[in-house]
């Protein structure tokens, strides 16, 4: 971290302090600040954007969705991660920012199941299977 932040200090080039401030967003993701994280990677997104560096402005884009998960907004999640797919090169993506971007497809999918919703049908089938003569 104190390494990327010398570098925002030492480097006059935009899309090279763009990137730097794209992995200072990652590292807040995963030292456990997704607030700051999610603040940062919807405007790193953007800049990147804007500086012609889609892949890491889409890999921003996932970051958004990664923060969201981690702070319960998953209709947010979700819309992050189709905003990253929805772009006209996303057919172009490479192959592991792809595969990011459905494992955080898979994520909010797994996170999204109800567990009340789910044990309601569980709550039937004691009677269901004792009618139909099996003991639980």
């Not at 892949?55 to 992050?80: K, S």
């Amino acid at each position: 971290k104190a390494a990327l932040e010398r570098a925002l200090d030492e480097l006059g080039d935009p899309l090279g302090r763009a990137q730097a401030r794209a992995a200072l967003a990652e590292v807040a993701l995963t030292s456990g600040d997704p607030a700051r994280a999610l603040r940062e990677a919807i405007a790193n997104a953007d800049e990147l954007r804007a500086l012609g560096d889609h892949r890491n402005a889409v890999t921003q884009r996932l970051v958004v969705a990664r923060a969201h998960v981690l702070l319960g907004r998953l209709p947010e999640a979700r819309a992050a991660v189709a905003d990253a797919l929805a772009s006209s090169r996303a057919r172009e993506l490479e192959p592991d920012v792809r595969a990011v971007a459905l494992l955080a497809q898979a994520e909010i999918a797994v996170r999204s199941i109800d567990p009340r919703a789910a044990m309601r049908p569980a709550t039937s089938l004691p009677g269901l299977a004792g009618s139909g003569g099996i003991h639980l």
